[in-house]
């Protein structure tokens, strides 16, 4: 995030770097706790190894509130749905992901279970659920407060659309979905590639307006 000691606002590569920072601590930090859960020593060491302090004793540690600022996206995106009435919420783009996303399980619903447990079926679900997730955090507040971070969340947004294209892709090639449901979620996947696109151009804009780079 800005440092609060400066005056210049972080575009979208800033924001970008910044992300992947947080997502390779989150990322680490789950490998850890997943390795080391029962541990006795789990906390410390995973302390030591994510570079938190904790003191011997210490029974309202201070890496708990690092832990807490590395898991914020990871949270964000699974207490969003949660959450009650927020701007993105009201967001077309948003609704549209949403919508998306339940037509899917109607869609994978009427087909058999083989292509329901088909890896392709999963990954399209999947990205098509982190799709939505990012766009939620892009879109909160309409973006207007940190323009590029908005823009780095609209890229993730956009990659898992890409990512869900090449699922349904491959469900095609083989044969596991027909027409003309496979005609659907084609068709739905590039309209909200379009709407992405389309808002990413805007919000870019909106920031050269403002801070002229």
């Not at 909160?140 to 659309?161: F, P, T, V």
């Amino acid at each position: 995030m800005p440092d609060n000691n400066s005056d210049e606002m972080w575009d979208e590569y800033d924001w970008e770097r910044f992300l992947q920072q947080q997502e390779q601590r989150t990322e680490k930090y789950m490998d850890l706790l997943e390795k080391f859960m029962d541990h006795p020593q789990r906390d410390e060491i995973i302390a030591r190894e994510m570079g938190w302090e904790l003191l011997p004793g210490d029974d309202d540690p201070e890496w708990e509130d690092e832990l807490d600022a590395d898991l914020a996206s990871a949270e964000s995106d699974s207490q969003g749905a949660k959450e009650t009435v927020f701007d993105f919420e009201r967001h077309p783009l948003y609704r549209q992901a949403i919508a998306f996303a339940t037509e899917l399980d109607e869609i994978f619903d009427a087909t058999s279970e083989r292509t329901q447990e088909h890896p392709a079926t999963i990954s399209l679900m999947s990205q098509t659920t982190l799709a939505a997730a990012k766009l939620a955090a892009a879109l909160n507040d309409g973006g207007i407060d940190e323009i590029g971070m908005s823009i780095a969340y609209l890229k993730r947004a956009l990659h898992a659309i890409t990512g869900g294209l090449s699922a349904v892709r491959q469900l095609i090639e083989g044969e596991h979905i027909q027409q003309p449901a496979s005609d659907r979620i084609v068709h739905r996947l590039f309209s909200i590639r379009e709407g992405i696109v389309d808002t990413m151009g805007l919000y870019r804009a909106e920031f050269r307006k403002r801070h002229g780079r």
